[in-house]
């Protein structure tokens, strides 16, 4: 009987899982994850689980007995360090083999820390549910949080720590939070939208000095020469992708990532999905690596769809959204830095979309509090057919989206 072997039980493994059982696999299927807890639902962490909203079991992605009545063999809090492709079997931290017919690599990433932010008890970083419950349980007790980074992560949190009536002090080395993802003028908005609310942003700045008394942080002098008291801080600077083990099993690493096929396949029987997979996609003609929870489920499910029947591209749009207070953003595709940007919609109301276009042809398209337009603009990008901008602005989207290619 073959046997589909799955590092990570995150997005990416956990859909591959469910998703090969979906598609008539009918060999065995063994999930190896490191983390102490079944897989449970990422994006939450950061939001209504962090907040108190909702709890275990809600959280998990599936109750215990799925995993059992679907024959999917969980193996939690083991760590697998290394492996022959051509023998077929990955090794375990703690001793052992497991053989593969088919192997699958969801692996996520681990928090970046800064050299120069001290060790400290109050001083955390934000991946995991045991991460999330460390960090809920300090921010009861905390009164002024401090996040050095004002990416989603960081975003999120404070908003969430907003809605817990908390103190937030953001220090933010760029210009605008989230510029690295949603470029400057997006990000100029999310300071308006967090000042608003609240939160002291601080962009443009970084912590010279690091005030500390016995294992705790209790200030910092920011290089805009202010001192700030604070009681929590949190590490907010992205992720470093987990690759030591594809590169102990000698798979192509490029951009920061594992080098896969329009089909998500790094070697013969061997798939990489999640934010370690950089992607030839097959639509947008270019390789990406996205760190997405949607885009993780969906390589998770084209993953499946390959081992079950047959390789084949995996072609769905990247898609992803952040919720901060009552601010819902949804992004569709993939853009780069230089590609046009065309607006629609209401900025002050924070009711708009941004279509961005290259050479005509729109690439993606970001939507605050305006599903509507965004769907349809993740049709534009499907079609792959050259628009007029103006039409984008002015236009009836529906009409445009149904109308015959010029
Ligand atoms: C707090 C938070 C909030 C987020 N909110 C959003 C959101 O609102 N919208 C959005 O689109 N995205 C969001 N994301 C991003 C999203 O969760 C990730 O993109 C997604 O989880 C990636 O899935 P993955 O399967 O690649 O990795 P992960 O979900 O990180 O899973 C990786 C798994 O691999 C395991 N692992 C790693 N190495 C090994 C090894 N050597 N052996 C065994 N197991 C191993 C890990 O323990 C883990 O279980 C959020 C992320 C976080 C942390």
Do not use: C
């Amino acid at each position: 009987m073959a046997r589909a072997v799955i590092v990570g039980g995150g997005g990416a493994g956990d859909a591959t899982a469910f998703a090969l059982r979906k598609r008539g696999f009918d060999g065995e299927v063994v999930v190896i994850s490191a983390d102490d807890d079944r897989p449970y639902d990422r994006p939450y962490l950061s939001k209504e689980f962090l907040r108190g909203e909702i709890d275990a079991p809600k959280v998990f992605l599936h109750d215990e007995a799925e995993y059992a009545k679907e024959r999917i063999e969980l193996r939690l809090d083991q760590r697998v360090t290394g492996g022959s492709l051509s023998e077929r079997k990955v090794n375990l931290a703690g001793g052992g083999d497991v053989g593969f017919d088919f192997l699958v690599l969801g692996l996520g990433g681990t928090p970046r820390r800064l050299p120069e932010v001290p060790t400290a008890q109050n001083v955390l970083t934000l991946r995991s549910l045991r991460d999330s419950r460390a960090l809920r349980e300090a921010l009861d007790r905390a009164s002024r949080l401090l996040l050095i980074g004002a990416g989603f992560i960081g975003a999120e949190v404070a908003a969430s720590a907003r809605k817990l009536g908390k103190d937030v002090l953001i220090v933010e080395a760029l210009p605008v939070p989230l510029q690295r993802a949603l470029g400057r003028e997006v990000g100029e908005i999310y300071a308006r939208i967090h000042r608003d609310r609240g939160v002291d942003v601080r962009t443009g700045a970084r912590v010279d000095r690091w005030h500390t008394e016995g294992d705790r942080v209790t200030g910092v002098s920011i290089s805009d020469g202010t001192d700030e008291d604070v009681d929590l801080v949190l590490v907010a600077v992205g992720i470093e992708p987990n690759l030591d083990l594809p590169k102990a099993l000698g798979l192509a690493l490029e951009g920061g990532g594992v080098r896969v096929d329009e089909g998500l396949r790094a070697a013969e029987n061997v798939y990489v999905g999640g934010d370690i997979a950089l992607h030839q996609h097959p639509v947008l003609g270019r390789s990406i690596r996205v760190e997405h929870w949607e885009v993780a489920k969906g390589h998770g499910r084209g993953i499946a769809a390959s081992i079950a029947g047959g390789h084949a591209p995996y072609s769905k749009l990247p898609y992803f959204w952040s919720d901060q207070y009552d601010v819902s953003l949804e992004y569709r595709g993939h853009a780069s830095g230089d590609d046009t940007a065309v607006w629609r919609g209401d900025r002050e109301a924070l009711t708009f979309s941004v279509f961005y276009l290259r050479e005509g042809i729109v690439q993606g398209v970001l939507s605050m509090n305006d599903a509507k337009t965004n769907e349809l603009g993740g049709k534009l990008i499907e079609s792959r057919r050259p628009v007029d901008p103006s039409a984008l602005q002015l236009a009836d989207l529906a009409e445009l989206v149904g109308s015959p290619a010029s």
